[in-house]
């Protein structure tokens, strides 16, 4: 009988040493959480070396490795969690309390804790990104990239090729459907082991607040920028009416996805030159400017660099030039998608992007930076508090960047543009600022959206594509260039789909960079309009920035947002405030018009 017992106790120790044990202790707590980030520490160390090589190299092998690492990684993190319950109830210093809660979100997809799990789930995470990262079509008789398709979205004007391109890309990602329902279904059962509803609630939950508040939170942003879209929207689908004709580009109704100079319609700058205005058109292309004055991909990584260097910021390690990605290899295939990597938790930090020399990537650049500057100004934080104060700040920060050095008075100032234009300039500048920042918002918004219908069960495999082009109806107001095959599977032709990245985070981003951008501008004393403030040279504003950017995730973001610009919400009034000259110019040239779709 004795032995039986023992034995039991053998398999269950943890539910068997309960009783006896008396309740752990908040010093335990402690201990266990900084044993606990050691281990975290290491297997990141390992972790990030694999996902490098792999998304720098993408064979057999490497997809091999990197899924192995992340297992064992997402092995870890699970059983860690679990063994953190533990402590439930016990009154722990606030810091212990607020790393034992960040633990279980430690990770965007936790595995199932069942043998095998780990490593189903990591082979198809591995094998979606790549997928996608090597994904090809035949186009004319040519087999070509994203990098190539997304330069004919650019670019073209003739809708025919328009909607060859399109539908060519959304092809590609037919195939992952079954492997997209399979990770979710294993995401979800690992989300429920830690105690989240689903894989959507568990993304909610990493904002300070109930997931629910949450999500009731970005309805009330959305509210607060959508009249604006829907002018913008109905401002340029006139335009489009006018160059395409009604066979085309019907004047009501919604508009045509391939139409807008992107591959997803999320920022639609690139058909700036088809709806600006007649009146008042821009006097200068960045994409020109820079491919005139010879830029090429380190030049433009050197000038996002020191735009940076002005607000204070120690320059990039030698070490970032000898082993960050910046154009696109030749002779192999990699994850063309821009990322900003943290090794080491040190110095050792890289950015990986196929660079091209347009307006575009000159904003990229600043964002990845961006990324990089955080993960260095947070480095002494403890494991558990190495990140974003949430993950939207993580994305604002190389945004607010972008936002003084797109300035005609920056650009000037670098040497790209020969004078400052006057007001005239004015709305063509925030026009073309719009249709990047505004177009935007309704994406970054519907993506998860998406998400978080398939996580929560309500949108099933048959029903992702339908679901899928409901929301973007809904929110964005757009249609496909014309019926989708029965097996596509749309929304893994966006990159965050296949490579498993939240999408909420660069909506609150498009929020944040504005508050960042006000803040900013009053600190260093600018009276004029927002969209003609710079903030570059200004040490005081980036000293201060940077104090923000040290805290990580250490405290409630509401708290860290204060640090900086003294609020304690998301508030988009920084946008309105930003726009407001082009608003009230759309809400005149729109007069007569029936806008929404
Ligand atoms: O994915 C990115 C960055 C890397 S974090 C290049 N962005 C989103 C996208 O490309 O869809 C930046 C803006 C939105
Ligand atoms: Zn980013």
Redesign the pocket.
């Not at 998608?337 to 900003?340: C, I």
């Given at each position: 009988m004795k032995t039986k017992l023992l034995a039991a106790c053998a398999v269950a120790v943890l539910a068997c040493a309960a009783p006896a044990a008396a309740q752990p202790t908040a010093a335990e707590a402690k201990a266990f959480v900084t044993d606990a980030e050691a281990q975290l520490d290491k297997a990141a160390a390992f972790a990030n070396r694999a996902a490098w090589v792999r998304a720098n190299f993408i064979t057999e092998d490497t997809q091999w490795l990197e899924a192995k690492a992340n297992a064992e990684q997402n092995e870890l993190v699970t059983r860690l969690a679990t063994a953190a319950a533990r402590f439930n109830g016990v009154a722990t210093d606030p810091v212990t309390a607020r790393k034992l809660k960040l633990l279980k979100l430690y990770l965007v997809s936790p595995a199932p804790n069942r043998p095998g799990a780990a490593d189903q789930l990591a082979g198809l995470v591995t094998k979606l990104d790549s997928t996608y990262s090597s994904g090809k079509f035949l186009y004319k008789g040519k087999s070509i990239t994203l990098n190539d398709a997304e330069a004919v979205m650019a670019e073209s004007r003739d809708p025919a090729e328009l909607k060859a391109v399109w539908e060519g890309w959304h092809g590609v990602a037919a195939v992952m459907k079954p492997d997209y329902a399979r990770f979710a279904a294993l995401s979800n059962e690992g989300a429920v082991g830690l105690g989240f509803k689903d894989t959507g609630a568990l993304w909610r939950s990493n904002y300070d607040m109930d997931p629910d508040a949450f999500a009731a939170e970005t309805d009330r942003l959305w509210t607060q920028v959508a009249p604006f879209y829907k002018n913008l929207h109905c401002y340029v689908r006139a335009e489009l009416n006018a160059k395409y004709g009604d066979a085309v580009q019907p004047k009501t109704g919604p508009i045509r996805a391939d139409l807008l100079g992107n591959m997803?319609a999320?920022s639609w700058g690139n058909i700036y030159d088809v709806v600006q205005p007649k009146t008042a058109s821009s006097s200068y292309s960045l994409d020109k400017l820079l491919q005139d004055k010879g830029y090429d991909p380190v030049k433009m990584v050197k000038t996002g660099e020191g735009f940076y260097s002005s607000l204070g910021y120690a320059p990039l390690p030698q070490t970032f030039w000898e082993r960050s990605l910046i154009v696109r290899p030749k002779d192999r295939e990699v994850v063309c998608?821009?990322?900003?990597w943290d090794i080491d938790d040190k110095d050792d930090i890289r950015i990986k992007?196929c660079t091209k020399v347009d307006a575009e990537d000159f904003r990229?650049v600043h964002?990845?930076l961006g990324?990089n500057y955080y993960q260095r100004a947070y480095q002494n934080q403890p494991t558990l508090f190495r990140n974003g104060a949430n993950d939207g700040f993580h994305?604002a920060i190389g945004d607010f960047a972008a936002l003084s050095a797109s300035t005609p008075t920056y650009l000037n100032q670098i040497g790209l543009l020969p004078t400052v234009p006057g007001t005239e300039e004015d709305i063509p500048f925030l026009l073309k600022m719009a249709l990047d920042k505004i177009a935007?918002l309704p994406f970054?918004l519907m993506v998860d959206r998406w998400r978080w219908e398939v996580f929560s069960g309500e949108v099933g495999p048959d029903q992702y594509n339908d679901a899928w082009w409901k929301l973007r109806l809904k929110y964005q107001g757009l249609v496909p260039p014309g019926p989708r095959p029965a097996d596509a599977f749309d929304p893994g032709a966006?990159?965050?789909v296949p490579g498993n990245?939240p999408?909420t985070r660069?909506f609150l981003a498009h929020i944040y960079q504005f508050q960042f951008h006000r803040a900013a501008c009053a600190q260093a004393g600018w009276k004029g309009p927002l969209h003609r403030c710079s903030v570059y040279g200004q040490k005081a504003v980036g000293e201060k920035f940077n104090k923000m950017m040290e805290l990580g995730q250490s405290q409630p973001w509401p708290q860290t947002l204060a640090v900086f610009s003294g609020e304690t919400r998301t508030d988009a009034s920084a946008v309105t405030q930003y726009f407001k000259p082009l608003d009230a110019w759309l809400t005149q040239q729109n007069k007569g018009r029936q806008c929404g779709w």
């Open positions: 997803w999320q998608h821009a990322s900003a992007m990229t964002h990845e990324h994305e935007f970054g966006k990159y965050h990245t999408y660069y």
